[in-house]
């Protein structure tokens, strides 16, 4: 039999790996303590699979029942024993995650690998967390991860060359490709755009230009498919802050500390597309 992927974290990245891999045909075992995030996963997974059938995405060849009957939803993280590969979409804070890697370390085999899709956290600090350093690296998907089709790939300090391998396996039969960079904060997708979104939420703060323009400078100018601030909603205010906390953490830097406008937002639950505004509005969220 066939052993299954572990995706530990039922959000919105979490659903959307379970979904993209049940999609490619691998057993699934999505963990979360919380079984009304498992129940929303469930449906946002089915409503997903209708999207990629719409859109006709060469992954989407199976109804949603099929691909929702390879996923098995558990808050038991020890339903992880048999799981080959395992892949956490647990909140950008490092405590939560380092602790959560010692329990991987724990319930999963000792052959298994684990990856973090993780933002901004270095590997290396998730690595020294378990009893296999060689098997632990980043996957940072992107949002939303069964419609994105590359990964960045981030290689710890002692990952492994098997590590990689099975890495890159598993994204290729997932019909994804990788990038692949060395273990930094925020690696080079996140130690970018994170100064960006601050930076736009500062010149939004102080009133240079509204929301709207401020984006259009880079959609119409640059030719971006979208501007940092409906990035920012995209990904949701609270990962972005989580995300900058943890670069000022690694790199001292005052920099990336929050802007007051992006802190407010947080605070008054204005969380982006995932709560119905954020920099903008969003009719019909949930």
Known sequence: MERPVGVVGAGVMGSGVAQALAQAGHGVVLVDVDQPALDRASDSMRNGVRMAKMLRSPQAASSPDEVLSRIESTTD????SQAFFVIENVPERI????????TLDEVCP????????????PIRRLAACTSRADRVLGMHFMNPAPMKDTVEVIRGDATSDDTMRAALDLLTSM???????RDSPGFVSNRVLMVTINEAS?????GVAPAEDVDRVFTACFGHAMGPLATADLIGLDTIADSLDVLRECFGDDKYVPTRLLSEKVSEG???????????VYRGAT
């Open 110 to 121: 000792p052959d298994a690998v684990l990856a973090a899709n993780t933002s901004c956290v």
């Open 202 to 206: 500062r010149v939004l703060e102080e």
């Open 77 to 80: 993280p020890g339903r992880l």
């Open 95 to 102: 405590a939560l995650k380092e602790d959560l890697y010692r």
């Open 270 to 280: 204005k969380l982006g597309r995932k709560s119905g505004e954020g920099f903008f």
């Open 175 to 181: 019909g994804k490709e990788a990038v692949v960079v």
